[in-house]
């Protein structure tokens, strides 16, 4: 199964492609987008074209997976991935997958990290068949904790990991939020308005 292009009211998402490596460039190179990720700072374009080529793998180990490119109106406004679980504490591989999502500083706060999302989880659940979507973030990281909230993901753990450069607020760890497709389907249940 190759990966769909996928749409919501505002945003086309179609899958990650070599064409999208200068948009990727844009978006890690904002020390304000990498600020709560991995040791926190940009990335240069050295960097970010190898990440891509690791980006653009996930969706040939895991068909129906991978990242997807935003756009609003053909603009570029950032990705959202599903991919299978990476660490062991994440549990099993079979079934479930991280909804993850990163956008431009100037696409903040207008709803597009949620509404991507929900078509992710949408797209997971009614299309692949997945069993369970969990994402993770710092603790501190208000603004994506608030996103998981709006698509209906629950706070599951607080845990924490070694890191050889902690960021700021890594003592208070990361957070998993999670939703299942039971539960998604109990909110998307047209009985339930």
């Known amino acids: 199964m190759s990966q769909a292009i996928l749409r919501t009211g505002r945003i086309e998402l179609v899958p990650l492609a070599d064409e ?3 948009h990727e460039i844009e978006l890690d190179g904002d020390p304000e987008v990498m600020r709560y990720l991995g040791d926190g700072r940009a990335r240069g374009p050295e960097e970010v074209t190898e990440l ?3 980006r653009l793998a996930v969706a040939e180990e895991a068909p129906g997976l991978g990242f997807w490119a935003g756009f609003v109106a ?3 406004v950032g990705w959202w991935l ?3 679980p990476t660490r062991d504490d994440q549990g099993p591989v079979e079934g479930q997958a991280e909804l993850g999502y990163r956008l431009l500083r100037r696409c903040w706060r207008q709803g597009l990290a949620s509404e991507g999302a929900r078509e992710l989880l949408r797209h997971g ?3 692949l068949g997945l069993s369970r979507v969990f994402a993770e973030t710092m603790a501190v990281n208000a603004a994506s904790r608030a996103t998981m909230n709006a698509v209906g993901m629950r706070h599951v753990r607080t845990f924490h990991l070694e890191w050889e450069q902690p960021l700021p607020g890594s003592e208070l760890g990361e957070v998993e939020y999670a939703i299942t497709r039971e539960e998604w389907l ?3 249940d047209p009985a339930n308005a």
């Open 125 to 127: 659940f009614e299309d």
């Open 20 to 22: 999208h490596l200068g």
């Open 186 to 188: 109990a909110q998307h």
């Open 52 to 54: 891509h080529r690791r």
């Open 82 to 84: 599903l991919e299978p």
């Open 74 to 76: 053909g603009r570029f």
